[in-house]
Each structure stands twice: as structure tokens, then as C-alpha cells.
């Protein structure tokens, strides 16, 4: 299935469900063109994924864009895609989880282009794991990345507007399970849930100096930089569309779309706001619960045996 399928759904004999409409194709945009021009944009995790996504649709926009990854061997076809777009694009390798490297992504972005007036922290390891399985360097990996790591892009990100004093705009990429838990995701769920109070807390702190913060959420969307692991259970899964209440999965773009939108000046009484696109996935329930099935039976593993 590819991000722009339908599944068929019968609402009754002889009746097919049509589900949420297609998005419109790439290229398209809500926003003015030129709405980015003279926007310094930095991404982290932009060389892959939904990140690329994102930096994709405000480089259509007229945006001077910063990705930065830990994998350097992605940053270089990623940014020759991005800059194909007409833009100007620097690739930075950066371990966020390192506040000095932090510090000199910063340093090489206003040296380029000037400060950052917009932040993307999409940068995140995630794995599943039942929660007796997972080792001490595990949690510490995933908690280190996807939530220390946001904190300390966001804090120098704030530091230097606040010093400055101009505005700007910070959007951390989470996690629906942030409200509900996630079964055998225990150190990702954690520390989403951290990355949404960030969100909540900092709109507050830093909106009276011109500084917004929001979180933005995506439901399911394949793309290439899924773990194998992950893209493993999708692969698995029968009729994948049809497990969504939209009857199709996401299109990354949509998320780049949401991105744009969130940071433009159209948005700008938006803060400390989590915009959940999704699809209405996560807040689907049934009359019926459905039976119980263990993480670890799901993941076809045996009895835990200490």
C-alpha cells in the first residue's frame, strides 16, 4: 500500500465506504508562495522521513533550510534533493543528545544564514520492546534522543531569540501515545509524553518574548526511514488501510503541510498546542473491546523467564 491508497469498506451489502479524501498531489500548497522567503528553517532528523517531509514543504515555500542528522551519510543526498527545490540548503551532522554540538549547529547556521527563526525537533530513536525486556543503555538511548535531545536544541534555540530579542518558532514532533501510553514502547511513550509537557510549559515561559511552541503529531505514514523492525509489523498486517478510521494512510507531506502551517505568520495565536494528524486513528474505539493480547505474544515472543 502506498501513502496515497484506500482501503474498501462495505457499510452494508453493496455499499463501499469512501473514507477522508486524497490529499492533493505533491508540490501543492494552502500557504502564498514565498511564504518562507528570508526564513531560516532548521530540521533535525532532515535528512530522512518524515523529517525530510517536513524541510521539503518549507523549501517550497522560499525557506533557507538547516538539516541536521546524526547519520551523515543520508545528509548529502538530502540536501541535493532539497536544494533541487530552488532554496538554499546546509547539512549539518549533529548528535543532539551533545549540548556543545548543539551549540556549534547554531554557530554554523547564523554564520550561513542567520539565526534559525523556526525549529523542527523531529529527531527520535524509538524501538519496540516489552518493558521487562529492555536494558538500561536501551532506555537511556531512546529517553536521551527524543527527549533530552529536544531540550537541548529548544533551550539554545530560546536562549539565543531571547538574547537577541526576536521571535520565533519551535515545533517538537511527538507521539499520540504521549496521552495514552504505548504498549511495548515504554522509553519512546516516556519520553513523548516529556516532549508534549515541553510544549505546554515553554509556550508559556517563552510566549510573552515572542516565542511560540507546539507539537505536532503523525498517525501512520510509511516512509523509508522506518526501522525495520516497525516496517516489519506493518508488512505484517493485513489490510492496513482499513485499520484506520480515514480508510487510508497518511502522506508524509501531509505532515509537512501541518508543519508550515503551525510556523506561518497565519498561525502565530497558535501556541502550546499539539496538532494531531492522524486521521482520528488514535482516538478510535469500539463498542466492543477487543481481546486481550500480550506485547509479548504479539511480538511472538516467549515467557519472560527473569
Not at 177 to 201: D, I, R
Amino acid at each position: 500500500m502506498n501513502d496515497d491508497e484506500a482501503a474498501v469498506v462495505s457499510d452494508g451489502p453493496g455499499r463501499a465506504l469512501p473514507g477522508l479524501p486524497a490529499p492533493p498531489p505533491p508540490g501543492a500548497s494552502a500557504l502564498p508562495p514565498g511564504t518562507y522567503d528570508g526564513t531560516v528553517v532548521l530540521v533535525t532528523g532532515g535528512g530522512t522521513g518524515l523529517g525530510k517531509a517536513i524541510a521539503t514543504e518549507f523549501a517550497r515555500l522560499g525557506a533557507d533550510l538547516v538539516i541536521a542528522s546524526r547519520k551523515e551519510e543520508r545528509l548529502k543526498a538530502a540536501r541535493d534533493e532539497l536544494a533541487a527545490l530552488g532554496g538554499r540548503v546546509t547539512a549539518v551532522p549533529c548528535d543532539i543528545r551533545d549540548p556543545d554540538r548543539v551549540a556549534e549547529v547554531f554557530e554554523a547556521a547564523q554564520e550561513t544564514y542567520g539565526l534559525p527563526d523556526i525549529l523542527v525537533n523531529n529527531a527520535a530513536a524509538n524501538f519496540p520492546v516489552p518493558a521487562e525486556d529492555m536494558s538500561s543503555n536501551a532506555w537511556r538511548s531512546v529517553v536521551d534522543i527524543t527527549l533530552t535531545g529536544t531540550f537541548f536544541m529548544t533551550r539554545e534555540f530560546g536562549r539565543r531569540h531571547l538574547a537577541a530579542g526576536t521571535p520565533g518558532s519551535v515545533i517538537n514532533v511527538g507521539a499520540s501515545y504521549a496521552w495514552t501510553g504505548g504498549p511495548g514502547f515504554a522509553h519512546s511513550a516516556a519520553a513523548k509524553a516529556g516532549v508534549k509537557s515541553l510544549v505546554e510549559t515553554l509556550s508559556v515561559e517563552w510566549g510573552p518574548y515572542g516565542i511560540q511552541v507546539n507539537g505536532l503529531v503523525p498517525g501512520l505514514m510509511p516512509h523509508e526511514d522506518m526501522t525495520a523492525d516497525i516496517r516489519g509489523n506493518l508488512d505484517r498486517a493485513r489490510n492496513k488501510a482499513a485499520r484506520q478510521p480515514a480508510l487510508r494512510a497518511g502522506a508524509p507531506r501531509e505532515l509537512g503541510w501541518a508543519a508550515t502551517f503551525l510556523a506561518s505568520p497565519y498561525a502565530r495565536f497558535i501556541t502550546g498546542h499539539t496538532l494531531v494528524v492522524d486521521g482520528a486513528n488514535w482516538q478510535r474505539r469500539g463498542l466492543v473491546s477487543p481481546e486481550v493480547v500480550t506485547v509479548r505474544e504479539q511480538m511472538g515472543l516467549g515467557r519472560f523467564e527473569g
